[in-house]
């Protein structure tokens, strides 16, 4: 029997699990590590914490499983995504803590961009949105606040890496200076078209070339991790891919068209657009998917900012569920949401309508409004919001969507499924595997090594899948649909 062990370094937390050669979970390990907000809109994390988590959880998994570490195959690799780490090349140490992709301090420069004119030139070299999430505006930050910092990067001494390259110098002590393609699309510095870092760009961010990273294929060699590292022996580095692409890859959304949305705190959407950047006209951002060999996949990326949240906010705010599994309770004790509508726009509203001014309300409200109506329209509200964002995918690309692949926290709610399905009027699949950001590291590792044969010998793994079938008439779509965009159309008012 052989093995993947797939690290997924998360936001909030370190995994790692470790699959069999059926793809199935042996075993699964999870650290929590501290998250740091310095000041309002600032977000960091120590980058010791993070290695530091991530390794005790990945020795944890292999000793848990009593496997021979030798018949660890590969070790595949993912990432939350955009999140910024400067370090000296001679210790290995970092020189500032990691800035995480969502902290805001950069915001003025970007804004700053935004008055030059610089968005067009980025949004066509990269496929970005110009905002502080991604790495570049993050890297300049640092280059600019930790003294003589810049002097050294541009003598070659400082090395730059997301969390994935990171993770890979570490492991391999400091043999390794490399990322993969999707973690390189994040940075805003990465050329999408031409496949090599830009120089333009470097010169707008004023970021020195010698701390790049070499930019690997997604599924390649990464090196083999150092023996003092894991249990005494050198384990090959095979798959990398950040967080969202490797589910995207996890779910076998291998062709044009192929769609899979997560419900979390957020939902995190991506459909595959086959081997074309397709440019969005609806605020969408186009990145890569991965690249194995020749083969090149291109995505388009669309979130939703409040999904789980507001199942979150019913329980916290409102009391109105003790768990979020509860809320699937209440919603089947009706037939519908008698005519309640919630928008839950508790930050604004993101794709497709980028209103930041937008607050959430609740429209419909009557007497006999009850509380199993108001959990109903919230989480009917998740599904509005996807199909939101689906919409805006196929207005952009053109492409037909045989079904949506689903994972996530909230996707374990077998009513949001059913609604999903039926106001999309599509099938919408889950699988049995909820791990599917790690899977899709495995799978890429797995490949690489011939543990799996190809992506159909995959597909034949993958058959213990829950499937939501559309059943509802076109008009009755219509009549919800309308008045979800109507109630949209008055938080905008
Ligand atoms: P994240 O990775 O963003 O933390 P998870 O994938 O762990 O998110 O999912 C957690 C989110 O899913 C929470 O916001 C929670 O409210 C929601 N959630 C979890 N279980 C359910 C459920 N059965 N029904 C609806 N929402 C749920």
Redesign the pocket.
């Known amino acids: 029997m052989k093995y993947i062990l797939a690290l997924d370094q ?1 936001t ?1 937390s370190s995994r790692a699990i470790l699959f069999n050669d059926k793809a199935e979970v042996v075993t699964k390990t999870q650290k929590e590590f501290p998250q740091h907000y310095p000041k309002p809109g600032w977000v960091e994390h120590e980058p010791d914490d993070i290695w530091l988590s991530q390794i005790s959880v990945a020795r944890e998994a292999i000793e848990k499983a009593n496997v021979s570490p030798r018949d660890i195959a590969a070790i595949g690799i993912t990432n939350q995504r955009e999140t910024t780490i400067l370090w000296d090349r001679e210790t290995g140490r970092a020189v500032y803590p990691a800035i995480v992709w969502q902290c805001r301090r950069s915001a003025e420069r970007i804004e700053q961009l935004k008055q030059l004119g610089k968005a067009d030139i980025i949004k066509d070299k990269t496929g970005l949105v110009l905002d502080a999430y991604f790495s570049a505006s993050k890297i300049e930050w640092i280059l600019d606040h930790v003294d003589g910092l810049r002097e050294r990067a541009e003598k070659g001494e400082i090395a730059f890496g997301t969390v994935d390259t990171y993770l890979i110098w570490k492991l391999t002590r400091g043999n390794v200076h490399a990322t993969d393609v999707t973690n390189a699309s994040r940075t805003m510095l990465y050329n999408i078209h031409t496949l090599e870092w830009d120089d333009e760009l470097l010169e707008l961010f004023r970021i020195p070339r010698a701390i790049l990273p070499e930019v690997m294929d997604s599924a390649g060699d990464f090196g083999m991790t150092h023996p003092e590292v894991i249990a005494g022996i050198e384990i090959p580095i095979r798959g990398v891919a950040g967080d969202q692409q490797a589910s995207l890859f996890g779910q076998l959304c291998t062709d044009a068209g192929m769609v899979k949305n ?5 939902c995190f959407m991506l459909m595959n657009t086959g081997d074309k950047i397709k440019n969005s006209q609806t605020g969408l951002i186009s990145t890569i998917a991965w690249k194995r060999g020749d083969e090149i996949r291109y995505a388009l990326e669309g979130s939703v900012f409040i ?3 507001a ?2 906010w019913l ?1 916290d705010e409102l009391k109105m569920i003790y768990d ?2 509860q ?2 309770y209440y919603a089947g004790l009706v037939d519908d949401s008698d005519g309640v509508v919630v928008v839950p726009a508790f930050t604004g509203l993101g794709a497709p309508y980028w209103n930041m001014r937008a607050r959430g309300a609740i429209f419909g409200l009557t007497r006999g409004t009850k509380r199993e109506h108001i959990v109903r329209a919230t ?1 009917e509200s998740i599904a509005y919001q996807t199909l939101d964002i689906l919409t805006a995918m196929k207005q952009d690309t053109g492409l037909r969507v045989p079904h949506l692949q689903v994972d ?3 996707a ?2 077998g009513f ?1 499924m059913q609604f999903q399905a039926d106001m999309l009027n599509t099938t919408v699949r889950r699988l049995k595997v909820t791990e599917t950001t790690a899977l899709g590291a495995a799978y890429l590792a797995g490949l690489e090594v011939g543990v799996w044969q190809s992506v159909e010998q995959l597909r034949t793994l993958q058959a213990d899948v829950t499937v939501f079938k559309p059943s509802k008439s076109r008009q009755w779509i219509e009549v919800h649909y309308d008045q979800w965009q109507d109630a949209v159309r008055r938080v905008m008012e």
């Open positions: 998360g909030t997560t419900y979390g705190t957020g999904a789980g949240a199942i979150q329980r979020a599994a809320s699937e989480l996530g926290g909230a374990a709610n949001l």
